[in-house]
């Protein structure tokens, strides 16, 4: 396998945390928190200048917003740092906590892949997990139902997690299957249980071609099709050259209105407008499960990104379980608990299953 550079710290990578500074005067300033952060709901406002349709986006929001994944001083991360995981505590250190709230209750874990499973590397296509976290993931997989839920294309992931006794939910929860093998909390034959976006199929390759086409001139640009939805790389190309980037994926979009744009870790997604995402995702696997009415299930969903806050918005709505994002930075989140890179997510994985195994 071939070694490449894995990036530790993202700054505050595209996320959920805007630096103020980094408005431009052309997009309306939400209100800020003492702390300087943008609240979620302000964000949405935020979301709203990167509208692609209608004709009133600005590719200098788009790029203001790309921007966001600079990093504030150190002195000033260290305190917000702090005061963040006061409010959203170690999952390691919690553990004791988290698994006395479970009891008498089944467990199901929803697990995002990228940033979460595997470590956040320059290529997405050499984004592997290691054989630790698979075999981790393997016995957890047969302590508790377990599903991983990513942006990437179903196949794909499948290809890097490469356990068949897992359900999948791809394409950012828009192609869910079933367990193939070996898993005793399989509720129907392997198929595909969902697919809410089919007919986008043609729009979906007709739009990745165009981009892959215009795209090409930005060095660095890498187009992904994950097969209901797209993304467009930008970690590898220079910050100069993103306003051209945000042009050219603007100047394709704008005939599209039935796509939307959304951010993740250095990349700008693309999927249709459907009313479908991880969260809605997650609800439909605990239906398929025999979940869905339940009083005594416990749901935790662990994930490192923005079109996570999806799920981790459901669990707490529900009041059910519980979300953890993985972040060595303050973002902000719904999720209850954090742990800081995969290394941490693959140790509390651990712990559950020693937990389970002992517990009986
Ligand atoms: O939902 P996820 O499983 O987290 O997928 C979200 C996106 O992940 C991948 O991109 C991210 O990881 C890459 C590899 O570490 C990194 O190079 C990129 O900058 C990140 O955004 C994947 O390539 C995308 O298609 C997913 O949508």
Known sequence: MTKQKVVVADGIDMAVVVPPALFSAEVKKPPLM?????????????LQNLEINGGTTRVNAWVESMRA????????????????????????NMFDEITNASKGKQIVMFLDYDGTLSPIVDDPDRAYMSDAMRATVRKLAGCFPTAIVSGR????????????ELYYAGSHGMDIRGPSKGSKYKKSPPSVLCQPASEYLPMIDEVYGLLMEKTKSTPG??????????SVHFRCVEEKKWSELAAQVRSVLKDYPKLRLSQGRKVLEIRPTIKWDKGKALEFL?????YANCTDVF?????DDRTDEDAFMVLKERGQGFGILVSKIPKDTSASYSLQEPSEVMDFLQRLVDWKRHSW
Not at 34 to 46: A, E, F, Q, S
Not at 153 to 164: E, G, I, Q, S, T
């Open 69 to 92: 994944s600079s990093p504030t001083s150190n002195r000033k991360r260290t305190q917000d740092q702090s005061t963040w995981m006061d409010r959203h505590p170690s999952a390691l």
């Open 153 to 164: 294309c179903r196949d794909k992931v499948y290809n890097f997690v490469k356990l068949a």
């Open 221 to 230: 640009a890498k187009v992904e099709n994950n097969k209901f939805c797209l």
């Open 299 to 303: 749901p935790i969903y662990i994930g």
């Open 286 to 290: 605990l239906e398929s499960l025999g």
């Open 34 to 46: 003492p702390n300087g952060y943008i609240t979620m709901n302000k964000k949405k406002l935020l």
